[in-house]
């Protein structure tokens, strides 16, 4: 089939090679009248070098930048974050180890069929999702540096999220037996200050004692997500006597082993496990989290306090910038919990 003129080429070259076929351009004409011709790539079969040279037709992309493989523009990506001062989340880690099987492929011959791919055989849900959010990124940074326009993720399918059962909330019944517990047991005390801080346990493990301020009822840390980092959460007048008796300006930790190291979680989560508190029984300590959340919604705490303390992003939370006002809102709406 013949193509139209100015589409393009596609041939196949001589010799034992392992892409045999190429798609091939014509980017301008000298002023004597010859053209100047540029390879969009190398190929198994003439079906791929007729999609190639579709896709460039469809919408151009600078046949320069075509080499660059997915790896290639990831690290590009990564130093450009860097340059702008924005972290890489694990996540986006995390997601860019299930692509390997696409990193030494050129970015712009990447198909949707090879990343619904990779979606398909992921083997969680939410992981999945962050792979589609990573390609929507690197393809906006593509475009960015004129690569291509085009976004391959756009059209992906991700499984369905079954609603998770593993986490539920403790109930003011739980709660009142770790009370009566928190003297005597190890766990019954982290339970009680995950669930009114909304910390996760890690998060709690790793707060240093420098970010505590007790007077002024708060501490600074958080992890995991950049809505999560370094917040300010409120000391609930129920746990500030707790807070007191473990404070030590000795220790680098809070909740310190000895005087430089901090408590594993998988110390932590053993000693959850063997406890007698019957209120830990069918409890895990990310519950704790959840049992903090959905207390300050049952008594319709302002949404944006319970993300400022909880450290969700939410399209009305622009910027964490804590105020004394602010500060104020954090204790009083977590003072109200569990009374």
Known sequence: MRLPNGYGSVYKLGGKRRRPYTAVITERWTDDGRSVRKYLG?????KEALEALATYNAKPYKIDGHGITLAGLFEKWKEHRKEHNKSMPRTYLAAYKRMKPLYNKPFVDIKSLDIQELIDNCPLAPSARIIKVLFNLLYKYAALLDLTHVNMAQVLELPTIEKSTMHKPFTKKEIDILWKWEKRDFSARFALLLCYTG??????????TKNVFINERYMVGGNKTEAGKNREIPISKRILPIIKEIYSPDNEYLLSRDKNTFF??????YAWKSSECPALKNHL???GRHTCESALDD????KRIIQLIIGHAGKDVDE???THKTRAQLIEAIDRIFL
């Open 320 to 322: 964490r910038v804590y």
């Open 42 to 46: 190398y190929y198994v079969t003439k």
């Open 299 to 302: 008594l319709n705490t302002n």
């Open 285 to 287: 300590p990310h519950d």
């Open 199 to 208: 910390m996760r346990a890690n998060e709690l493990l790793k707060m240093k």
């Open 264 to 269: 594993t979680y998988s110390k932590v989560a």
